[in-house]
């Protein structure tokens, strides 16, 4: 396996689409082992507080991160007055694999593993984008998304996918049983005991990012790494 060799670097950039770019944030450990590109879910951005949490721990593991709004500043403008874009899955899940592209398009990174981290709306379009390209991504973990959005490219998907609900989430926790199901991939449903859906609890989001952290480096790490049995939660359903 290939891997960035670069000094630590961080960056904005910003990636072409028709008409218009998007504005991210790349940071580059080094060396990176892989990078997770993050698709924030309705009404966030680049700058979620809770995302650049799970990102930090996923750079202490050795990953590199982008994270990028998928909606340009005038279609945020217009979404959160209309609500217009938040729900079009297809729509970002394009934009993810115009990510995809560019980031494949970086010479320090053109041959790194990939993988995605959904968040709400954002884990639809992160499966659509995985589903639309197959072995390219590794590995996709959801927090509190809605993974049912993604509908018939479900059973498509060929990268492990993680989905991580809070227990106190109950709607959308039964959304994500019915979407696992429908998963043909490796795949593994854990519930975070007591957490609500934006994960606010004390230690709940930290949970999120040691799952994350243990389900990226399992699949686009080293391949001598494996995690460890205290990563495995007793609320866990498991799929293989």
Request: hydrophobic share 45%; proline share 6%.
């Amino acid at each position: 396996m290939n891997h960035a060799r670069s000094g630590p670097s961080s960056r904005g950039i910003a990636i072409p689409i028709p008409r218009a770019r998007l504005e991210g944030d790349l940071d580059t450990p080094s060396p990176a082992t892989g990078i997770v590109v993050f698709v924030h879910g309705s009404g966030s951005s680049r700058k979620s507080v809770r995302n650049r949490a799970v990102a930090a721990r996923l750079r202490q593991a050795g990953l590199a991160t982008l994270l990028l709004d998928l909606l340009t500043p005038e279609e945020e403008a217009i979404d959160r007055l209309q609500g217009r874009f938040r729900f079009d899955v297809a729509l970002l899940g394009e934009r993810v694999v115009a990510a995809t592209e560019w980031v494949r398009s970086q010479e320090l990174l053109e041959r790194v593993p990939i993988g995605y981290f959904g968040a709400s709306t954002g884990a639809a379009a992160a499966l659509l984008a995985a589903a639309a390209l197959g072995k390219e991504v590794g590995a996709v973990v959801s927090r509190g998304g809605r993974p049912d959005l993604a509908g018939v490219a479900l059973p498509r998907v060929h990268a492990p996918t993680l989905l991580i609900v809070g227990a106190a989430d109950t709607e959308v926790l039964e959304l994500n049983r019915a979407a696992f199901d429908r998963l043909r991939c490796e795949k593994e449903l854990r519930i975070v005991s007591g957490a609500t859906h934006l994960f606010e609890e004390p230690g709940a989001l930290e949970e999120v990012a040691r799952l994350a952290a243990s389900w990226f480096r399992r699949h686009l790490g080293t391949p001598e790494w494996a995690p460890k049995p205290a990563d495995r939660l007793d609320a866990s359903v498991r799929g293989e």
